[in-house]
């Protein structure tokens, strides 16, 4: 598998050195979905992260009446990562998420994540941050979303 110079764009990837991206690319497993394919599966047992090379994929979350929302869309020129959570604690994922067209990613398993970032910790680091920035990009949004419905409850209680 060869994908060092698409690796290499991902912001926090492009500080990792060149022989140590190249090992992590050889750990990196390539897959392919189709459009409305489930890539990840809210309620699932997880240990993969997958970074998105090609496509676009909605993040579907369930709310307790069952109904499904999209609440955010990500595509290949935001160099997103999904997964990172599962892959660091190995618990069930928080959301789906589904292919909105044809879609190529790279994914890895937290066996060997874990092995990569103890061979190489500086660029163990690169990646760790790259993750945390993803879950701080978040759960921003999440905050924001809580104020809104949180505003939209005030209202309703008032205008009763």
Known sequence: MDHFKELKVFPLLKDIKDEELKELDLLLKENKFNK???????GDEGNV????IKGSVDII????????FVCATLDDSMHPIFGEMALLDNDKRSATVTAKTECNTLSIDTKSF???IDKYPRAGVS???LMNLNLIRN?????ENLK?????LIEEIESN
């Open 139 to 143: 759960i921003r949004v999440e905050n």
């Open 36 to 42: 409305g394919d489930n890539i990840i599966t809210e």
């Open 61 to 68: 979350k369930t709310t307790i009446y069952g109904d499904k």
């Open 127 to 129: 990646l760790l941050k």
């Open 114 to 116: 874990n092995e990569y």
């Open 49 to 52: 992260m997958y970074v998105l």
């Open 148 to 152: 809104l419905v949180y505003q939209a």
